[in-house]
């Protein structure tokens, strides 16, 4: 390996360097024992030079400072690097804001207002299989099922989620009720109210909706629409129905 | 260049050409923290000086054989060695005590530690090589040494290594005996290289 090669014998030599497993050992073990033997009388010879120059500031900045062993360090010294400990909050941030993004992108959905509109829609009709034989278009308003048929059609479109088509029915049918000439037991008047209030969050403005669910709270309709009426107003307060609508 | 990066730039140079004033700098700049870590972890102020003085020489090794190029801070880096040299030498204590807690202490430093940085890495394993290298070099009996490090040194002529011709010539021996030792004490500091630990680590 000492011997100078030709240009012929350079290539051959690299060839068999890539098939001959134990050349190319060698050929490394050699090129780094130069290396580092010339690495060695690089550094004897820097030392000398640096040494006494070490040793001087070695002296000055770590043993003439008048203190000893058993003082405490001036600063203390954190186990874990300030660089980790940044890694470690920023990972900690990013999986608090990760977290909440994914809590409000899972609840959002529970306080849109037609998520809510379904969720308080009291059915209107008692008795939905009460023997009505004729759909409302089949009907005159002097049938006796006109009125039933009318609850019925706000309840479908309710389901249907054609809430201005339910708005329009519970009107009619609160209309036609006040007349007081086709009451049907069937029909949950209450209901009707409660659905037409809930109905309100598609249109009326939200502190009018507020303070006529605070009136039926403290009102003297039953336990159930008052309890409806608290629950709604909380979720219109909860800082998801406004980012949600 | 940012400032950084010239900063970085001086204290290499300053390593390199063996510049009192600035290496007086960064004595001045990172005595404290380093030996505030080493006294924090077990170490002496001696410690600490030892820890020190290797750091900079490690980095003129590195310097020696290549250039260094460093995108990050020089003070972060030059603690950064002396951190991992001193678990190192940490590591090594172990053997001599053998109270437990020093090895809950030295777990927790390596944890501590942040070793990913590729520079540091290689700066690490071109020390530890060196050190191999010419530790099992001075091993070797006196003959060895000489003929090897003749062989190995370059010609201040023609800065080309000596041939066995001349080896043997300035030992005064024959070129065949030359030649056999020669092949005898490079098997042998082969053999002692590869059966030292190191090597394995170095060749993981």
Avoid at chain 1, 89 to 96: E, H, V
Avoid at chain 1, 186 to 198: G, P, Q
Avoid at chain 2, 159 to 185: D, F, M, W
Wanted: proline fraction near 3%.
């Amino acid at each position: 390996m000492d011997q100078e090669l030709d240009a012929k014998g350079k290539k051959e030599f690299e060839e068999r360097l890539k098939t001959d497993q134990n050349l190319a050992d060698r050929v490394d073990f050699m090129q780094k024992l130069r290396k580092n033997f010339a690495l060695q009388q690089y550094l004897n010879q820097e030392q000398a030079e640096l040494l006494p120059l070490t040793n001087e500031l070695g002296e000055q900045y770590f043993d003439q400072k008048g203190l000893t062993d058993s003082d405490p360090p001036t600063v203390p010294i954190p186990l874990i690097p300030m660089r980790k400990w940044g890694r470690i909050s920023a990972a900690a941030i990013i999986l608090i804001i990760g977290g909440v993004c994914l809590y409000w992108y899972m609840n959002r959905d529970l306080y849109t207002k037609d998520h809510l509109i379904t969720e308080f829609y009291e059915p209107v009709l008692r008795n939905p299989r009460s023997g009505i034989k004729k759909s409302l278009t089949e009907l005159t308003q002097d049938d006796p099922e006109y009125l039933q048929a009318v609850a019925e059609a706000a309840d479908q479109s309710l389901n249907q989620q054609q809430f201005s088509s339910s708005q329009q029915m519970l009107e009619m049918l609160l209309r036609m009720d006040s007349t007081n000439t086709r009451k049907s037991d069937n029909i949950n008047l209450e209901a009707a109210k409660w659905n037409l209030l809930v109905l309100g969050l598609l249109n009326l403005e939200p502190d009018s909706l507020l303070n006529q669910l605070m009136i039926l709270q403290n009102g003297d309709a039953s336990l159930k629409y008052q309890q409806g009426a608290e629950r709604l107003r909380k979720k219109m307060k909860h800082p998801f129905y406004r980012w949600a609508n | 260049m940012t400032s950084k990066q010239i900063q970085n730039h001086r204290y290499l140079n300053a390593l390199r050409e063996g510049d009192r004033v600035v290496i007086e700098e960064i004595y001045r700049e990172l005595s404290t923290p380093v030996s505030n870590f080493i006294l924090a972890n077990k170490g002496s102020r001696e410690d600490a000086k030892d820890v020190f003085q290797e750091t900079i020489m490690a980095l003129i090794l590195k310097l020696a054989n290549e250039d260094l190029d460093l995108s990050g801070d020089f003070n972060a880096y030059f603690l950064a060695i002396c951190r991992y040299k001193w678990l190192d030498r940490l590591k090594n204590r172990k053997h001599l005590e053998t109270k437990k807690s020093m090895e809950d202490w030295v777990t927790k430093l390596e944890v501590s530690l942040d070793l990913d940085e590729m520079e540091l890495q290689s700066l690490l394993r071109q020390e530890m090589e060196y050190q191999l290298y010419t530790e099992k070099l001075n091993e070797l009996p006196n003959h060895c040494k000489e003929i090897l490090s003749l062989s190995l040194k370059l010609n201040e002529e023609n800065k080309k290594s000596h041939s066995l011709k001349e080896v043997a010539q300035i030992l005064g021996k024959t070129y065949p005996y030359i030649r056999k030792a020669k092949s005898n004490c490079l098997k042998k500091l082969k053999a002692n290289i590869k059966a030292d630990a190191r090597f394995h680590d170095l060749n993981k």
